[in-house]
């Protein structure tokens, strides 16, 4: 009796050691965090290999107790679904225009109005700074939406047209021109004398090669590879517009994860942000030459942007209570002491 409870104390106390060993480590269940980043761009573009390298990236640097996992092309949903899954917490990350995301905020239209920007220099460092501040703390107060990035360069927007070449506003009446279904670009598009007419973007090449419209707007990269050029024996370098992306995270998803961790995602997502603005550029002017070279398409390099801003009051009259006027004075006060 004596050997089986001397027996019966042992088990139960090397049973207790190790459950109390296994207990203080962390298990992978504990230790390892996964992030979900859903996407709209495909494999082979620019945007879609920095997206993967900031998700390695980070999963080598917290030696993975953060886990970054990616979903591509649209896997998720398109871009307006994809950030509302972040804004409920469904999705951890995803990287949308900021006309895109003013869904939730029209304020972050502001970064694409017309004629706004002088360059990109310009651009970045107000888009960066306290002007904007106000419009990113309201996506974080009322959506829960935090930003990883405020900078991801798309490249700015220029116009092309079927017969006719475009270096001035007066050059553009009579022509129905392809725009999203969004606010800003319709009110651009009919300040600039020219009838805003929305098309689907999977169906744009079909409507200018049909001739259902005569022209569409779209940065370099986007003209290139959608071979709008083919179709189009116009290019006019009008810079009406810049498309900047950002990448957004759910609060609840940053706020989990240490401080140490938090610095990690913020370091890696600014690392690609500025390795895809010099990408990006590079890639735009080297697309832009071989448009000139296939010859199909003659480029227009100085259209008068004077004559276009000008005509741009009507939309931005129209457009004011949208983004609401406190916030639109606020940023054009920034960009002229910045001049």
Do not use: C
């Not at 469904?90 to 995301?101: G, Q, V, Y």
């Not at 009446?173 to 009919?190: F, H, Q, T």
């Amino acid at each position: 009796m004596h050997r089986s409870i001397t027996r019966k104390l042992l088990v139960s106390t090397l049973g207790a050691a190790v459950f109390a060993t296994f207990a203080a480590l962390p298990t992978a269940a504990s230790a390892a965090t996964t992030l979900r980043f859903g996407h709209v761009h495909v494999n082979g573009e620019l945007a879609a290999e920095l997206e993967q390298e900031f998700a390695d990236r980070v999963t080598q640097r917290t030696k993975g107790e953060v886990t970054v996992k990616v979903f591509p092309g649209e896997q998720l949903g398109k871009e307006v679904d994809l950030i509302q899954q972040v804004k409920s917490g469904a999705l951890d990350i995803t990287t949308p225009s900021m006309a895109a995301l003013s869904n939730l905020v029209p304020a972050l239209e502001i970064a694409s109005a017309p004629f706004l920007w002088n360059d990109w220099t310009q651009a970045e460092n107000i888009i960066r700074g306290p002007a904007f501040q106000p419009i990113f703390d309201e996506l974080r107060d009322k959506h829960n939406v935090l930003m990883l990035s405020k900078i991801w360069y798309w490249g700015w927007r220029n116009l092309t047209t079927g017969t006719k070449a475009v270096n001035k506003p007066e050059d553009m009446a009579g022509l129905k021109i392809r725009v999203p279904e969004s606010p800003v670009w319709v009110e651009m598009i009919r300040a600039m004398g020219a009838a805003p007419t929305p098309v689907p973007f999977g169906e744009v090449y079909t409507a200018l090669q049909q001739k259902l419209v005569d022209g569409q707007e779209n940065p370099i990269p986007t003209i290139y590879a959608r071979k709008f050029y083919e179709v189009q024996g116009n290019l006019s370098m009008t810079k009406h517009m810049l498309q900047n992306n950002v990448w957004i995270i759910n609060k609840r998803s940053l706020e989990k994860l240490s401080p140490e961790m938090q610095k990690v995602l913020l370091e890696e997502a600014a690392a690609v942000s500025e390795k895809n603005t010099k990408l990006q550029q590079e890639q735009e002017t080297k697309m832009l030459e071989d448009i000139r070279k296939a010859g199909k398409t003659a480029v227009v390099d100085k259209p008068d942007r004077a004559a276009f801003a000008a005509k741009m009051g009507p939309a931005y009259k129209n457009l004011e209570a949208r983004w609401g006027s406190a916030n639109l004075q606020r940023v054009k006060a920034a960009i002229e002491s910045a001049k």
